[in-house]
Antibody, heavy 120, light 113 residues
């Protein structure tokens, strides 16, 4: 059974930093693309960042230069380093497993999400 | 960036009737070298993460009932629920994964009439 558990969310001041983690199990983590997707309360979904099985990374323009996605295959863990946070980054952040191809970014499984609140 | 536009924004359908949700991309998501459309559909119920329903525009995810189907190619796609059940009440999203950023539609809220 695929399991994904995000952690690291919380309240942070504008300009601050947070690192989100997503611990996964139940599949061969190294073989799949992974994504972070966020959702503002009551609003729609926004794809934020993705990393291929080979380590190529992609980011939405809204977070480029501020957020960095990475993965530790030895720990079966996905990360999102978020710097220079803004109020508009407030959202529930989900980690998501991609397709089997290693570079297919549909989201086959999702974690339960972690809430990030950026406020003074 | 590829813009995904869903229609309608909300939809009310009677139990047992057909529900149709449309998704249009601002450019083609059909990859000519493999003939695949890089388009997925998700269902999200309140308080839950989204759930994958359809990928490659028409491939049903394991466990998804066969009353739910996806169709379309290029820039125009449709999610169809052939006979609406109460458990289908949710918000539905399309997503293109053809090119980064892998954008979502704005969502369509499906309710019972």
């Amino acid at each position: 059974e695929v399991q994904m558990m995000e952690s690291g969310g919380g309240l942070v001041q504008p300009g601050g930093s947070l690192r989100l983690s997503c611990a996964v199990s139940g599949f061969t983590f190294s073989s799949y693309a992974m994504s972070w997707v966020r959702q503002t309360p009551g609003k729609g979904l926004e794809w934020v960042s993705g990393i291929s099985s080979g380590g190529s990374t992609y980011h939405a323009d809204s977070v480029k230069g501020r957020f960095t996605i990475s993965r530790d295959k030895s720990k079966n863990t996905l990360y999102l380093q978020m710097n220079n946070l803004r109020a508009e980054d407030t959202a529930v952040y989900y980690c998501a497993q991609g397709g089997r191809g290693g570079s297919d970014y549909f989201c086959s499984h999702w974690g339960q999400g972690t809430l990030v609140t950026v406020s003074s | 960036d590829i813009v995904m536009t869903q229609s309608p924004d909300s939809l009310a359908v009677s139990l047992g009737e057909r529900a149709t949700i449309n998704c249009k991309s601002s450019q083609s998501v059909l990859y000519s070298s493999n003939g695949k459309n890089y388009l997925a559909w998700y269902q999200q119920k309140p308080g839950q993460p989204p759930k994958l329903l359809i990928y490659w525009a028409s491939t049903r995810e394991s466990g998804v009932p066969d009353r739910i189907s996806g169709s379309g190619s290029g820039t125009d796609f449709t999610l169809t629920i052939s006979s609406l059940q109460a458990e289908d009440v949710a918000v539905y999203y399309c997503q293109q994964y053809y090119s980064s950023p892998y954008t979502f539609g704005q969502g369509t809220k499906l309710e019972i009439k």
